[in-house]
């Protein structure tokens, strides 16, 4: 090989290395997700509410973490526990990456939801889970903003009623970026698999 | 939910020839347990119900000394919502079983009137629309637990009985 092909060839490879490095860092490199990648189809992780610790939050407090987004409400006895157990099983599962990530359980039950309430469900089942609740108005502000609907069923003599709502989980980047859309019987390993992807593209810059 | 005695004899001797009893007696009620949440929340139990009898069997409800409301109901997701409804009665058919589990069929449990802690049992009496019951132990499960806790001891074929690990 000529010293002049010997250069050209190492250039190459040089850019090669380099163009796979940068490429691992850019946000637009398509990750290859096992679920429903919504990256560019729905607006950034953006609300008003307050957390299961009675303190005010919006979206921006939670950048830098993965944020899973799950509507549903407390005196849901089957689904929503079905759910955030599910949820629960896959942070066990990233170990200690799942500090990078948050579930964020916001309650369509504004009349019977408190904080304190909620506080007390959302550990029951993980301790990276945080119950957001708000006025009707601003949950109803986040759930339209994605899409999502709730309504409240009439209420039985009792006054019990229920809440049908929508079953999706959001999934968000550290950059408060929507990239996934799963379903609550999405299959573990997909929501595993897809979650570390997620958790391997690091904090914002 | 409590016919006659004489429209139970008539409907045994019609069904079964006069040889089987009551639906509850053909029943064999297995990995009973009861998701629990913090506080007053209702709560879901879950079982699978196994009918060695000739005749289908329906399961109406169930009471409770320790919750003062039962209701049988039925999780679904269409079009991307859940909703419940409640459910007048869950057929068992002969030979066959009726799984209750999470995301689809549940007994809700309503306004219990002492705590229940995860690794209590708690028993609920099954109730057949033939009017027959069938006292059954729950184990107290924690809110985020994925089954009965009792896999190891399960024949394998339960295990795909579970909605949620059906399609894994």
Not at chain 1, 46 to 59: I, P, Q, R, S
Request: hydrophobic share 40%; net charge negative.
């Amino acid at each position: 090989m000529k010293p002049r092909h010997r250069l050209r060839a190492t250039l190459l490879l040089l850019l090669l290395v380099t163009g796979l490095l940068l490429g691992g860092c850019q946000h637009d490199a398509p990750l290859p997700f096992r679920l429903t990648n919504i990256s560019g189809h729905m607006p950034d992780l953006d609300f008003h509410l307050t957390d299961d610790n009675g303190k005010a939050v919006t979206g921006a407090d939670y950048r830098g973490k993965v944020v899973l987004l799950y509507f549903g409400y407390t005196h849901c006895p089957d689904v929503c526990p079905l759910t955030l157990a599910q949820l629960h099983v896959v942070m066990q599962r990233l170990g200690p990456l799942a500090d990078g990530a948050r579930i964020l359980f916001v309650s369509v039950d504004p009349a019977r939801d408190t904080p304190a309430v909620m506080h007390a469900y959302v550990k029951a089942f993980d301790p990276r889970a945080v119950g957001l609740v708000g006025d009707a108005r601003k949950v109803e502000a986040l759930s339209k903003r994605y899409r999502s609907a709730f309504t409240r069923e009439p209420s039985s003599a009792d006054g019990a009623y229920e809440v049908s709502h929508s079953s999706a989980i959001y999934v968000f980047d550290r950059d408060g970026k929507a990239r996934l859309l799963a379903t609550p019987s999405a299959s573990r390993d997909d929501l595993v698999h897809d979650l570390h992807l997620l958790l391997a593209t690091g904090a914002s810059q | 939910m409590k016919p006659s005695a004489l429209s139970f004899l008539l409907g045994s001797l019609l069904l079964a020839g006069g040889v089987h009893a009551t639906a509850a007696e053909h029943v064999h009620a297995s990995h009973a347990w009861i998701r629990v949440l913090p506080g007053t929340l209702p709560a879901g139990a879950y079982v699978t119900l196994e009918n060695d009898g000739d005749q289908p069997v329906a399961l109406s409800g169930a009471s409770s000394t320790v919750y003062a409301d039962v209701m049988l109901h039925h999780s679904s997701t269409a079009g991307g919502m859940s909703r419940m409804t409640m459910v007048d009665a869950l057929t068992v058919p002969a030979h066959g079983k009726a799984v209750l589990a999470p995301a689809g069929y549940h007994l809700m449990l309503m306004q219990a009137s002492a705590p229940v802690k995860p690794g209590d049992t708690v028993k609920l009496t099954l109730t057949f629309t033939d009017g027959s019951t069938l006292p059954t132990d729950f184990i107290a499960r924690p809110a985020n637990a994925m089954d009965a806790g009792e896999n190891h001891a399960m024949p394998p074929m339960e295990h795909g009985a579970m909605p949620h690990d059906s399609g894994h």
